[in-house]
């Protein structure tokens, strides 16, 4: 920042020259939001940790929240109303990483329907449950699937709002695929992306207990069959 650029909010005029007051006072709330931010990491990686240990039915507390974190009770009512709030924020930033993991995956394609196939693979196997006893950062625990489905039935509104980043990209994919004419034209992009998603969601969490099945999960088998569900209702015939 230069002497010369003002601080936003500032009732100064643009062109005045900022006085050194105003550098230290932003300077002292760039530490302050840092501080913030880093004690908000904290309490999420927390979060996130406990999560990949919690089994079904057994969700962790605020305090061992807040124990796991190394920070006070005090400190986490300063950032978070309650535990809902919390769990919100998780689903946020489990919502948002997925995007930019997927946003990296389909960057690897150079073709509309390239790019479309792989971001239907690739968030099917995000989709499908950790392994019991290996908890992995990159697919939903139950405590936090459990929470999934709850905000979708009881939070439509929240549970849209988190959904942004990642139905915002695939609306985008299906933009370019349709550009290019690979997917049927006239089609909803925004419905239809809320449509594939929730079959693939739907079909990793769900699928072998509707049909019965007790075989070992074949991740890359389901993920090149719900490509062919998906792709049989949009793409235009070859």
Not at 36 to 45: A, H, I, M, N, P
Request: charged share 25%.
């Amino acid at each position: 920042m230069s002497a010369e650029t003002p601080v936003a909010g500032s009732s100064a005029p643009a062109d005045a020259p900022l006085r050194r007051r105003d550098l230290a006072v932003a300077r002292s709330l760039d530490s302050a939001r840092l501080r913030s931010e880093g004690r908000v990491q904290r309490f999420l990686d927390a979060g996130f940790e406990l999560l990949a240990r919690a089994e079904s039915g057994k969700e962790f507390t605020v305090q061992e929240v807040v124990d796991r974190s190394g920070q006070s009770l005090r400190s986490f009512y300063q950032y978070f109303a309650g535990k809902h709030e919390l769990l919100l924020a998780l689903f946020d930033e489990a919502i948002r990483a997925t995007a930019e993991r997927l946003e990296e995956q389909i960057a690897l394609e150079d073709k509309a329907l390239d790019r479309l196939h792989r971001f239907v693979v690739e968030y099917y196997r995000m989709c499908l449950p950790a392994p019991k006893g290996r908890p992995s950062k990159n697919n939903p625990t139950p405590v936090m699937a459990e929470f999934c489905h709850q905000l979708l039935t009881s939070h439509q509104a929240e549970a849209s709002r988190a959904f942004v980043p990642l139905a915002s990209l695939l609306e985008n994919v299906l933009d370019e695929a349709a550009e290019a004419g690979v997917v049927r034209p006239g089609l909803l992009h925004a419905q239809v992306a809320g449509v594939i998603l929730s079959t693939i969601m739907f079909n990793a969490a769900y699928a072998p207990t509707i049909s019965g099945s007790e075989e070992p999960r074949d991740g890359d088998r389901e993920a090149k069959e719900i490509w062919k569900f998906v792709s049989g209702g949009i793409v235009t015939a070859s």
